[in-house]
């Protein structure tokens, strides 16, 4: 049986199927690995190390029985993901995994995992010579560094020798550094990219394409402006493939733009080169103030503009907003109320969000504003008639979980390659 499993969810799969195709393109044979999203599978086989990989509100799920389970069987357990990377501590001494990678994983799981195979799968000072994490040796925390992968993009998106295959991460990074998201800290604030021809060739194992990107349409640029010889390039190199049959998604889940992108030149190249005429776009508040305060660096004017752009295009407008946030006082939420309801009328689609401070942002330590009576009411029955999408209900205990966690396991982001400052 394999001595190492991946403990493989829906959330973690897109993750994870670019850690293996890293690890096979770095010679580690994965059939050596159980990959499975069968937990009692992986009871049965009784691994040495299991792999896993999560966000920080998946530690209220099944995760902490798992652990429980599989520490009573002796295995080895690793956590990746935000959360580890966020809270190394807390992932080791309270939820009991034994090593947390912090950072871009695809190098470090990969001298991980051969390192442990010659140690017999125990934590030695073997492992104090690889970039990347943090466990616990003779009794004292130890931490390598923060792991970046500068070219990403040497890596496959997903492994050749297992039938995988996820939306394919295009750009990494992001320079807005809006204070709710975790991505600019983890992930740099450059963004990085992955050259047009191993688009083409990677993409053609979907059937209907997809990517991951902070922001579509900053392709081939830094990121914080608009490179449009280097976007259409990339969309006129995908043609191929439609004319193949597969259809091309850009611009939409799992990726979005950003509203100062949405241009008449951006949406006619979408016209011509893409199959989606859905466009998601974050406004996030209607509240210039709002935006300001959370660094978010466009106005509500860029909102407006690309939301009527996108109908004069023929793109229906799916706009994401966040209620509750710090400091957003009545007047913010009118505003927010106001905004949500203009696009609306124009046919647009809004998603509305509660806010969790999330570790690792200058806003985790941030108490959510209460959500007032006005603001209740309208998204209750824009829901009940189905014209606001989002799980700002389920997400308002959520938000009041991150809070408690947050207050008792606080950690500072020694961790991120940006510096995280207290904004609250």
Known sequence: MPEIAVRMTKRNHNA???????????????????????????????????????FTEEIWGDLPHEVKRLKERGALL??????AIAMPKHTLN???????????????????LTTLKKTGYKITKELLNIMGLSFYLDGELTFTGFAKVENFWRFPPYPESLRLISPIEISRGCPFSCYYCQTPYIKGLRMRHRPIDQIVRYSRRMKDIRYITPNAFAYGSPGAILKLNKLEALLKALQPLRKEGRRLFYG?????????????ETLELL?????????????QSG???????????????????????????????????????????????RKSIELMEWVMKKGGKVRAHYFMPLPGTPYA?????????????????????????????????????????IEEFYEEPMSHTVPVRNVC
Request: include cysteine.
């Open 16 to 54: 994870f199927v670019h850690l293996l195709g890293a690890l096979e393109s770095q010679g580690f044979d994965l059939g050596e690995l159980l990959v499975t999203k069968d937990f009692n599978e992986i009871l049965k086989a009784r691994p040495k190390v299991v792999l896993y990989s999560f």
């Open 78 to 83: 690793i956590a990746g993901g935000y959360h």
């Open 94 to 112: 309270q939820l009991g995994f034994d090593i947390a990678v912090i950072g871009e994983g695809e190098e470090v799981l990969y001298q991980l």
């Open 252 to 264: 939409t889940f799992p990726s979005e733009v950003r509203p100062e992108f949405v241009l008449p």
């Open 271 to 283: 016209t011509d080169y893409a199959d989606n005429r859905r466009l998601a776009i974050g406004a």
């Open 287 to 333: 509240d210039d103030a709002m935006l300001k305060a959370m660094h978010r660096i466009h106005k509500v004017e860029h909102v407006k503009r690309a939301v009527e752009y996108m109908l004069e295009y023929g793109f229906e407008p799916v706009v994401d907003f966040i209620v509750g946030l710090p400091n957003e006082s009545e007047e913010s939420q």
């Open 365 to 405: 330590r941030c108490k959510p504003s209460p959500l007032d009576d006005e603001m209740k009411k309208f998204l209750g029955r824009m829901a009940s008639k189905g014209k606001i999408e989002g799980s700002w209900g389920k997400q308002v205990e959520l938000s009041r979980k991150l809070q408690r966690l």
